[in-house]
Each structure stands twice: as structure tokens, then as C-alpha cells.
């Protein structure tokens, strides 16, 4: 699978679900256990982009594991195997891709509360064109002139509802709906900002999901995570990132005034998205994927 931007993968297990990014199949005889596969398509805004970015569902799949292995090793997940162990689980009847165990996770079947777990360490992002035009969608109560990446006090908490356009929610109903949620994925972005400061990275907010107090689906990585090195992050300047927001600055600027379409990327553009992915990982693991692969998951 690697140097191959996968797109789909032919796995002969029942279809559970396919989400943006994931798919996601049932285990025949494991109750509640599902094989989830990270592909290496590219979302921004809701939407599904043409242009698949090669090797990006191995390195989300790879930091999910790092982790776990030592940052938020303590917080409750719902992960069961990674790496070769996740064939322990699968039928030994059926053949499967080459290299699946990069891309694909073992998991407990969960219900997924229907809510979008966003902290913010500095006012950028959406929450900075919202602030622009006055807004307030969360009732933060931001005082008026203040600069884009000014960094807050204490993390400010951004709840969406999880839907087509992402609703703003407000902070009572969340912590009324999902106080367990809510408490397990500050932890989590609080445990993730001083370990990813150390090497030199700073983590700009933050998207997390939950069923009840156990973390899901994924968790301090490129796709719901946006960074950027300590160094260029300066108040009223645009740091260059780490992370998708690349290709959301790039598809902005190619939609322009118009409708937002799934776009295709040119190689450059992709290989600048990925370069992102790549030096974050190397940064928070201090390992070069093939490294990680060969040490933690082969």
C-alpha cells in the first residue's frame, strides 16, 4: 500500500460503514468488534475531494497508535488492535490487502455521540471569520479588537453539532448531553498541547469525538488538528501548518465566490498536503513512518 494513494480497499468482510476518510466492516463472529480502515481520500468543508493524498490513512493510523502507547495511554478508547495484532481478530479464511494492518484498526463497536468536541487555544480558523464579522455562534463573549492567533487564557470549548454543516451548540447542552464526553476529550487536548510544545509544536485547536467517556474514531493528528511550529506562531500572522488546513486554504481559494464542488488537486499542491502530514508525524514521533511501521505495527 505504500507510495499508493488508496482511495477504496477490497476487503472481504461485511460493509458496516464509510464515512469521509474511514470504512468501516463487520467482524463475523466478534460481537461488537469492527475492522475500521483509514484510506488516504481527503475531505475539507464536508466535502470529498478528488485527489487522494498518498499515505495520509497510514500516518492517521500510526498516530492513533503512538498515543496510545504513551500520551493518552490512561484515557479510556476504542481501539482493541493495531498493527499485525489486528489479524487476530479477522477470519483466517480470507486473504487481505498487502500492508492492511498500516492503515487499518480493530475497534469496539460504539454509539457515537452525535457531537463535535472542538478546543481552541487561539482564535483562528472558523472561529476567527465568525469573530470577524462580529459573530459570536458560542456565546464566548470575545472582547472586540483582538488579533487573529491571539492566544487564550485557558482553552476555550467550541461544540458542533455533528451533521452536514456542523451547528454550533451551546456549551450547557453539551455538558448536559455529554458531561462524561466532554471531560475525557479536554483531558485529552490538555494532555496533547504541553507534550506537543516540547517538540516544538504548537497545537492550535482541536476536534474530538466520544461515546461517553471512551474516545472514538480519532484524536491529535493532521486531519482534526490544526498545528504549526512554536516558531511561526506569531498574534495578526497566518503560521504556515501541518495539517489539513492547507487544503482548506487551498480549496478556499479555488472555490473563490462559487459553490463548493470536490476538487483536484495538482501534484504539487498534493505533495505540499502531504509534505504537512509527514513532517508533523516526524515531529510528534520523532520517526519517519517506514520507522514507526517497522518498530511498532510489522
Not at 476504542?78 to 495484532?85: D, E, K, P, S, T
Not at 450547557?172 to 455529554?178: F, K, N, P, Y
Amino acid at each position: 500500500m505504500n507510495n499508493v494513494a488508496l482511495t477504496t480497499a477490497n476487503i472481504p468482510l461485511p460493509h458496516w460503514h464509510s464515512g469521509k476518510v474511514r470504512n468501516t466492516y463487520q467482524i463475523p463472529n466478534r460481537k461488537q468488534l469492527l475492522l475500521m480502515v483509514a484510506s488516504d481520500r481527503l475531505s475539507t468543508h464536508n466535502i470529498v475531494h478528488l485527489s487522494p493524498v498518498p499515505e495520509k490513512g497510514e500516518l492517521l493510523t500510526a498516530l492513533s497508535a503512538f498515543w496510545l502507547m504513551g500520551p493518552l495511554g490512561s484515557i479510556s478508547h476504542h481501539i482493541v488492535a493495531w498493527g499485525r495484532r489486528i489479524y487476530k481478530y479477522l477470519p483466517q479464511e480470507h486473504e487481505y490487502p498487502l500492508g492492511l494492518h498500516h492503515r487499518a484498526i480493530v475497534i469496539h463497536e460504539r454509539k457515537v455521540t452525535r457531537i463535535e468536541f472542538i478546543f481552541r487555544n487561539y482564535l483562528a480558523g472558523s472561529l476567527w471569520r465568525a469573530y470577524q464579522k462580529s459573530e459570536d455562534p458560542y456565546r464566548l463573549r470575545l472582547r472586540q479588537g483582538l488579533p487573529l492567533m491571539h492566544r487564550f487564557s485557558q482553552p476555550v470549548f467550541t461544540p458542533t453539532e455533528k451533521s452536514e454543516n456542523d451547528e454550533p451548540l451551546p456549551y450547557g447542552d453539551v455538558l448536559g448531553r455529554a458531561p462524561a464526553g466532554v471531560v475525557a476529550t479536554r483531558r485529552a487536548f490538555n494532555i496533547g498541547t504541553p507534550y506537543l510544545a516540547e517538540r516544538g509544536i504548537t497545537l492550535i485547536d482541536g476536534k474530538f469525538e466520544a461515546s461517553g467517556k471512551t474516545l472514538v474514531d480519532e484524536w491529535l493528528n493532521g486531519d482534526c488538528c490544526r498545528m504549526a511550529w512554536t516558531k511561526d506562531v506569531h498574534e495578526g500572522e497566518e503560521p504556515p501548518w501541518l495539517d489539513k488546513e492547507i487544503a482548506r486554504q487551498i480549496a478556499m481559494q479555488k472555490w473563490g465566490d462559487g459553490p463548493k464542488s470536490p476538487l483536484e488537486f495538482s501534484e504539487y499542491e498534493t505533495n505540499r498536503i502531504a509534505a504537512g502530514y509527514h513532517t508533523a508525524f516526524e515531529a510528534i514521533t520523532n520517526m519517519t513512518l517506514s520507522a514507526f511501521q517497522k518498530e511498532h505495527m510489522d
